[in-house]
């Protein structure tokens, strides 16, 4: 009986296996990553004033792109909507649902006819150029920023579609004093 000795794989041939083998997890783990952002979780910035005081420009926040395709927005969500309702993506506090009816009267929103109590509110809170009272169609959002007097949101614009909406703000990062969740 003669025995026959096994070849060893040369050095070259271990290391473009070795190669092989962390391209494919390098290139899986990037696949991954890309799809988990684009779909599931996303981190985005704050651009302007319209948020203040609760979002300043420069902030950054984990957006949540995966819950509004089980159920819609609530009263009070910090959305980004990115629709052509504007050119820019734009952070935003959903006020109004499908199906309400929204009045803005001597500086205070009504939804419903009910007074909306408002902590969050920076300045006074002016009609802007859209005709009020408005009732909201299925499929309408009404949006308005925090810093009432400079925000240019659904006053202006009009009612934001829910296919607009992007996700809801839910975390802020950076900078890491205000880390925490959103209210």
Known sequence: ????????????????????????????????????????????????????????????LIEDRW?????????GDIVIINGPESELRLVKRVIALPGDTLDIREGYVYVNGQRVEESYVK???????????IQLDEGQLFVMGDNRENSEDSRQMGPIALSSIEGKAVYRIWPIAVFGGLE
Do not use: C, D
């Open 1 to 60: 009986m003669t025995l026959i000795k096994k070849e060893e794989p040369s050095n070259k041939k271990k290391w473009l296996r070795e190669l092989w083998s962390w391209s494919l997890s390098l290139g899986a783990a990037v696949i991954i990553s890309i799809t988990f952002q684009t779909y599931v979780y996303a981190q985005t910035e704050v651009h302007n004033v319209s948020m203040q005081n609760t979002l300043v420009a420069g902030q950054r």
């Open 67 to 75: 819950s509004y395709r089980f159920h819609q927005p609530e009263y």
């Open 123 to 133: 300045g006074v809170t002016y009609k802007g150029s859209i005709e009020l009272p």
